[in-house]
């Protein structure tokens, strides 16, 4: 178990060293590479970012979309995307996908006020949610999708 442990920290360290170096990637156009297009010369304006590898391969996009979502999304060398952090009407949400592109961690607050984290299995099949609304739930899921277990007494 130690040793599972110590492989998650790796990857975790490994993606949090991406995610600063998207952030660094994102200032420098910011200050350094962009045109202003309309306002004041020290706003910058754009659609889209995007950090490219050495070979020019996508790694990372920030932008917006035309349905009105905006977010970064990093992708791992193989272009599967592993992570998204994302604003839309609907909800704000943090994504953790794993190398086949399924969402394997997600966290969110909904526009209707609920929020809650949720670990699916492989290809999404089965699920623990820790749901909040009004009251807490803790449910799990099984390959079917059905509810195996609810934890009593967090429902009103």
């Given at each position: 178990m130690g040793a599972d442990i110590e492989i998650r920290v790796r990857r975790l360290e490994r993606a949090n060293r991406v995610l600063t170096l998207?952030?660094?990637?994102?200032?420098?156009?910011?200050?350094?590479?962009?045109?202003?297009?309309?306002?004041s010369d020290d706003t910058v304006r754009s659609q889209r970012f995007e950090l490219v590898d050495v070979d020019g391969s996508v790694r990372a996009v920030l932008g917006t979309d035309a349905d009105g979502s905006t977010g970064l999304f990093i992708h791992d060398p193989n272009g599967s995307l592993r992570l998204s952090l994302a604003h839309d009407p609907d909800?704000?949400?943090?994504?953790?996908?794993?190398?086949?592109?399924?969402?394997?961690?997600?966290?969110?607050?909904?526009?209707?006020?609920?929020?809650?984290?949720?670990?699916?299995?492989?290809?999404?099949?089965?699920?623990?949610?820790?749901?909040?609304?009004?009251?807490?739930?803790?449910?799990?899921?099984?390959?079917?999708?059905?509810t195996t277990t609810r934890v009593p007494g967090m429902d009103r």
């Open positions: 998207v952030a660094l990637a994102a200032a420098f156009v910011l200050v350094t590479g962009s045109t202003s297009q309309g306002g909800q704000s949400a943090l994504f953790i996908h794993d190398g086949e592109g399924t969402v394997r961690i997600g966290i969110a607050q909904f526009s209707h006020g609920g929020g809650g984290v949720a670990l699916h299995g492989a290809e999404s099949k089965g699920a623990t949610v820790l749901y909040h609304k009004e009251a807490g739930s803790l449910s799990f899921y099984d390959e079917d999708g059905k």
